[in-house]
């Protein structure tokens, strides 16, 4: 779990200096800088920032490695990996053809930038390091409109080995109001009584076309199978007066794992089944948009995903459940900042069974803390070129009269949480970055 750590700021609003405590999430070391800068005239801005010790690459994580499963050593490593966590031969099996039909004509991913493979592996020194050398993001690799260059999505990969391993949820559709399912059809109701057939009749895009799943899996997709997909990708319903509150995301999801619970699911404990989610406060849901499956081997985690329907089979290896967070809300993040996707401005949550690791309220603006286009030393110019005039600042702040914070904060502010990021704080020295933190809400 991130380390937190206090950012004081103060706001003069006429009558007393207002204090508001700040929490940012970093895994830097604990050695603090402070300063706190005072005035006192109507609507002044006070900064007391806890300034980090910077330490070069530690901003974007730990190393780690990624393979994209095109040499058999790996891929039989993989294979006996799954073996040994409980899934069966048939769907190791199912799942080592699959990963070599996508693969049988190259996965089409622009590696031009990355290292040179060890082993089968690429190795990255932390994410910013990987996703600096992407091309474009890995769902969306180019392909051609054809069964051998678009396969499963991640879905359909997960969900056929969780089956393998003996999951299921064969009462997924029953009591859909107490599960808090909404409706798959807009304007995506909360779903007030049990109806199967218009159910799947609302949510047949969740499903993988069934003639393509034959053809690529060799037999029909089993009922069972169906249930799994659709019990993971069915939205459930933001409870409470305040959809914008992280509480109602957490508690949206508490009700995600029971249902799945009273469905007749297990959660794995040999391995564990991975979900990114989209928060959507104007509909009032959340709803599961990648899936992964992750195993714990030798002091690491191993994440088995597939990347759209495009987009290439990947195992990546990392050390810890915050770095797991990271890499797979990356992505997600990234398409939510985009003004075009049906998901700008969404807030991400990732889980691992029916936990949550990960909490990345706004898309927007969050994915400047991870992505490394902004590194350190960056001039304020480009920073404001890139990202617009900031809502508070320059403010002076630090031991040196020429450190400057600029804030960039989200409107509306998220409210009821001090868990919630609300924008992200940039620190200048001689007008060149020297640190990057979020702003988190009260």
Not at 4 to 23: A, H, Q, S, T, W
Not at 223 to 246: F, I, M, W, Y
Request: contains cysteine; aromatic residues 10%.
């Amino acid at each position: 779990m991130p380390i937190y750590k206090e950012r004081i700021c103060g706001v003069y609003e006429g009558m007393n200096d207002f204090i508001i405590l700040r929490r940012i999430v970093s895994s830097l070391s604990t050695s603090l800088a402070i300063a706190l800068i005072k005035k006192s005239t109507v609507r002044t801005i006070l900064i007391l920032a806890l300034l980090v010790e910077l330490v070069a690459g530690t901003a974007y994580g730990a190393a780690f490695r990624l393979s994209f499963l095109d040499q058999e050593p790996v891929l039989a490593d993989t294979c006996q990996l799954l073996r040994q966590s409980g899934f069966s031969e048939d769907s190791v099996a199912t799942f080592k053809k699959l990963v070599e039909h996508h693969n049988q004509n190259g996965n089409r991913v622009d590696r031009t930038k990355f290292p040179a493979p060890q082993a089968g592996y690429y190795e990255f020194r932390d994410l910013g390091d990987f996703t600096n050398r992407l091309q474009t993001l890995l769902y969306l690799t180019p392909s051609e409109d054809s069964l051998g260059q678009n396969t499963f999505t991640c879905f359909d990969a997960a969900c056929l080995l969780l089956r393998g391993a003996g999951c299921e949820a064969p009462d997924f559709e029953k009591d859909f109001k107490l599960k808090g399912i909404v409706s798959g059809r807009w304007p995506l109701p909360l779903l007030s009584k049990d109806d199967p057939e218009t159910f799947r009749s609302d949510y047949h895009w969740a499903l993988f076309p069934e003639r393509g799943y034959e053809r690529l899996a060799g037999r029909p997709r089993s009922e069972k199978e169906t249930q799994l997909v659709l019990s993971v990708r069915a939205g459930r319903h933001l409870p409470g007066p305040d959809p914008t509150n992280e509480m109602t995301w957490r508690a949206a999801f508490a009700t995600f794992a029971s249902g799945l619970k009273e469905s007749g699911f297990v959660f794995p404990r040999n391995f564990k089944l991975g979900l990114g989610f989209y928060v959507d406060v104007e509909t009032r849901r959340i709803f599961a948009d990648h899936a992964f499956i992750c195993i714990p081997k030798g002091g690491r985690l191993i994440c088995l995903e597939k990347n759209g329907s495009a987009g290439p089979y990947v195992r990546a290896e990392f050390e810890s459940e915050e770095e797991v967070a990271r890499y797979i809300s990356w992505t997600m993040l990234q398409t939510a900042k985009n003004p075009k996707a049906p998901v700008y401005g969404y807030p991400v949550l990732v889980s691992l069974n029916d936990r949550l690791i990960g909490v990345y309220p706004t898309g927007v603006w969050w994915y400047w803390l991870l992505d490394a286009s902004i590194p350190v030393g960056m001039a304020r110019s480009n920073v404001v070129a890139m990202l617009g005039n900031p809502t508070l600042g320059p403010v002076k702040c630090g031991p040196d009269s020429n450190w400057l914070s600029d804030d960039y904060l989200i409107r509306p502010q998220v409210s009821g949480s001090r868990l919630i990021t609300n924008g992200v704080a940039i620190v200048y020295s001689n007008d060149a970055v020297i640190h990057k933190q979020p702003i988190v809400g009260e």
